[in-house]
């Protein structure tokens, strides 16, 4: 059977595109084809080089006013679209090709500390000032609202007194590191 095709979106450092990346280089169900951004200066750019994956710069104008985000997602017949770090509202022409094959992860349990505005380090910085007892990652789908799609996923982690918003963000990459993979496989393994 051949192997579903993955497109990897990220804004950032790219850690968690690379370790998703990893994960299905001998992956019998899937393997990631097209790692996306709208970051020509972005960590992520030098990572796909590193792993020898396509990667596509796209800006704003491209991205919501014409069909060549999407173009470049068929050209490569993706299946499934992974946000990982990725920072834009997703726009409907991708939502209506992709209906529940867009997965993205927030670094904190949602509903709280979603939204417009809270991604990365304004997360945990959140979490910290609030004293939080426990923060986490939940895994969902992609909708026309920022992080309000259906969660397939959450893991918890403790916020310890005296935790500040590196420590607590380190803590959440390694839960993010451990459970995002096998959560996509699962996603794919259900088509
Ligand atoms: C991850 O912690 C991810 O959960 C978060 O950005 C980080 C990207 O790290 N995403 C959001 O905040 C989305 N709202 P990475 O670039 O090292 O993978």
Redesign the pocket.
């Known amino acids: 059977m051949k192997k579903k095709h993955i497109a990897i979106f990220?804004?950032?450092?790219?850690?968690?595109?690379e370790?998703i990346s990893r994960f299905f280089a001998n992956h019998p169900l899937a393997e990631v084809c097209l790692i996306l951004t709208n970051k020509p200066d972005a960590?992520?750019v030098q990572r796909a080089q590193n792993l020898g994956i396509p990667c596509r710069i796209f800006n704003r104008e491209e991205f919501y006013n014409s069909g060549a985000v999407l173009d470049d997602l068929k050209r490569f017949e993706v299946d499934f679209i992974v946000?990982?770090?990725?920072?834009w509202l997703i726009p409907s022409n991708l939502l209506v090709a992709y209906p529940k094959r867009i997965i993205?992860?927030?670094?904190a349990l949602l509903p709280k500390y979603?939204g417009k505005g809270?991604?990365?380090a304004r997360?945990h910085q959140s979490v910290v000032e609030n004293k939080e007892k426990e923060s986490g990652?939940t895994i969902h789908f992609v909708n026309e609202e920022?992080?309000a799609g259906d969660i397939i996923f959450q893991a918890r982690c403790s916020v310890e007194a005296g935790d500040d918003a590196d420590c607590l963000?380190q803590k959440?990459?390694e839960l993010?590191y451990r459970h995002f993979p096998e959560v996509i496989a699962s996603v794919v393994a259900k088509e």
Request: glycine content about 16%; cysteine-free; overall charge negative.
């Open positions: 990220a804004s950032g450092s790219g850690s968690n595109a370790n960590a992520v946000l990982a770090g990725f920072l993205n992860i927030h670094p979603g809270m991604y990365g997360v990652i920022y992080d963000a959440v990459h993010e």
